[in-house]
């Protein structure tokens, strides 16, 4: 039991680090607390496939030692290295974390220069007066 | 709202850790991530792009046409949010 908890509470951890952003995306009335909701939630899925590229024992970072000039004859120990590709697709993913963060402060801030408030209730009130 | 916002965030959180149960253990070596396609990477990553960092190999080599449509994305956000922020002639 304690083995099986060890094997798996990482997986765990991230779970409960993108159901707190998804429910301040859903609970939340403030647009500014829902959009930090929305970031936690991305970087949460961020760690959790950052943390899957480890390997128990003796890793290092995914760049290869000894190659100075060389063109590397030597056989590279694959167990010795992280696995490169999950960093590689999160690179990808923070890219577009990034624009999606912009655009939502931009449309927030749109907003609050319509209706002069960011609360969703008033902002609908707002909406049903005709203002 | 809040209450059912929270059932909600708890059953989804529920069938996320049933579905943790198939992964694999987290950190073995022997795992299908770590042994089917990244070994060929990180093998012929020097020979192939001459670049010790394999992630920089494969985000500027192998994968580069994505690195370029990336590179749409973030012109995309910027162009939206300046449209956006700009303080234009009054209506």
């Known amino acids: 039991m304690f083995e099986f908890i060890i094997n798996y509470y990482n997986y765990w951890v991230y779970i409960g680090l993108m159901m707190i952003g998804f429910y301040a995306m859903m609970a939340k009335k403030n647009l500014i607390k829902k959009i930090i909701g929305m970031n936690i939630f991305q970087s949460a899925i961020i760690f959790f ?14 760049i290869l030692e000894y190659t100075h000039g060389g063109s590397g004859a030597h056989a590279v120990d694959v167990m010795q ?5 999950p960093h590689v697709l999160m690179l990808t993913a923070i890219v577009v974390m990034v624009g999606t963060l912009g655009v939502a402060l931009a449309v927030a801030i749109m907003i609050y220069r319509r209706y002069d408030t960011l609360e969703e209730n008033e902002i609908i009130m707002n909406i049903r007066k005709g203002r | 709202m809040k209450v059912l916002s929270l059932i909600t965030a708890v059953i989804v959180a529920g069938a996320l850790v ?13 795992s299908p991530a770590s042994t089917h396609v990244s ?7 020097l020979e192939q792009t001459a670049t010790p960092n394999v992630v920089t190999s494969v985000l500027g ?6 690195t370029l449509g990336e590179t749409t994305v973030v012109f995309t956000a910027g162009m939206a949010c300046i449209l956006l922020l700009r303080r234009g002639r009054k209506k």
């Open chain 1, 49 to 62: 496939y950052i943390s899957t590229s480890v390997k128990k024992g003796d890793i290092t970072v995914p």
């Open chain 2, 18 to 30: 049933y579905g943790t149960l198939d992964m694999p253990k987290w950190g073995d070596p022997h």
């Open chain 2, 61 to 66: 080599d192998y994968r580069s046409y994505d």
């Open chain 1, 81 to 85: 290295y992280a696995n490169p590709l």
């Open chain 2, 39 to 45: 070994p060929y990477y990180i093998r012929h990553s």
